[in-house]
């Protein structure tokens, strides 16, 4: 056991102290007697702020861990927890990490009861969780999250809450899908999504524009967003190990555009006026619903129909990602529009583009 400072308990001498017991292969009982030792006999539990418990045997924390009230950061790493009981609700907590362990959705805290306006870091990768833990979407000042290496099947469309979230860690899981809202974390610098399912991106990623590392690698993505190049920010991007296609162009309109659709582009096109109360209300919600062709020769909007386009565009003067967008017709697949484009290199290019 290490202690940092002076060992006098005297209430003069308030700083940090670290009650160091990692590694030392300690089994749960051990653990419980070294704290209750802490707690009971010297009295002076109230001076840590810092517990490590990594590397060792234990399988549930002590009780006694609750008697120290000015506890900031505690470290269970690499045990054998199989529960992870409320016992901090009286500890100023901002960083918890229990990465390593045997931890299930069932075996957390039913919700995190310790100040949730203190509580920055929660760390429970490489465990067994099977579910993003919803309980952690309380924790609206949450700035780093990492819970990859579980078997999580699924982001929540409230991941929106965590407003705060600076980094957010889910490489290692079983996700497929990558909800909208992921958009709303506007904070967020490190988005890791590594070693998932994931086949595509929504647009709103757009939308993080202070996003400087975005790690897709081992993926079963086959394009971008186009509106990935708006992260001015974005410096490192991971792609490796992903189907990522050659040039190609898929028609998605397999079926003869409705008669509805091709009302909408021509009133469009035309820039016919319809004024409210014209037309019924749902009409001219779809009619406000058009897309523009990204063809700068085209003028022509899409509704329900259109055409997946694969674009290429160069990086670092070296790499081509694969990007999406969409066309009206097969017939504004040109070539000589998207050479131009290619030409003008985008003023904020990605530093660092990993695909091999």
């Given at each position: ?20 017991l990692?590694?030392?292969?300690l ?16 009295n ?27 506890l ?8 054998r ?132 590392s ?108 694969p ?34």
């Amino acid at each position: 056991m290490e202690c940092y400072t002076s060992d006098s308990c005297d209430s003069d001498s308030r700083e940090q102290k670290t009650l160091d017991l990692s590694g030392q292969l300690l089994d749960t009982v051990s653990v419980s007697s070294e704290l209750s030792g802490i707690v009971d006999e010297k009295n002076c539990s109230d001076n840590y702020e810092i517990v490590l418990l990594y590397s060792n045997r234990i399988e549930s924390l002590p009780d006694s861990i609750h008697q120290f009230r000015n506890l900031k950061i505690l470290d269970v790493s690499n045990n054998r927890l199989t529960s992870l009981p409320d016992v901090l609700e009286h500890c100023p907590l901002t960083s918890l990490i229990a990465k390593h362990n045997l931890l299930t959705n069932e075996s957390l805290p039913k919700c995190f009861t310790v100040d949730r306006n203190t509580l920055r870091e929660v760390n429970f990768s490489g465990n067994r969780l099977n579910a993003f833990p919803e309980q952690v979407l309380e924790l609206a000042s949450l700035r780093y999250l990492y819970i990859g290496g579980n078997n999580i099947t699924n982001i929540p469309k409230d991941i929106w809450k965590l407003s705060s979230l600076q980094i957010l860690s889910l490489g290692g899981n079983q996700i497929c899908d990558v909800p909208e809202s992921v958009g709303h974390l506007t904070s967020l610098q490190a988005l890791v999504l590594s070693d998932n399912l994931i086949e595509q991106l929504p647009p709103s990623i757009a939308n993080l524009k202070q996003l400087r590392s975005l790690l897709l690698h081992r993926n079963r993505l086959k394009t971008l967003p186009t509106q990935i190049i708006k992260l001015k920010c974005l410096n490192e991007l991971s792609l490796r190990d992903n189907p990522l296609v050659v040039r190609f162009v898929r028609d998605m309109t397999l079926q003869p555009p409705s008669l509805l659709e091709l009302a909408g582009r021509s009133i469009k096109l035309n820039q016919i006026p319809i004024l409210p109360g014209e037309v019924p209300a749902t009409l001219l919600k779809y009619l406000n619903a058009a897309q523009c062709c990204v063809n700068p020769k085209c003028k022509g909007v899409f509704f329900d129909n259109r055409v997946e386009h694969i674009k290429f565009v160069d990086f670092c003067g070296k790499y081509r990602i694969p990007l999406l967008q969409f066309l009206c017709s097969s017939k504004c697949i040109t070539g000589a529009w998207e050479s131009r484009e290619e030409n003008n290199a985008h003023p904020h290019m990605m530093r660092k583009v990993l695909l091999g």
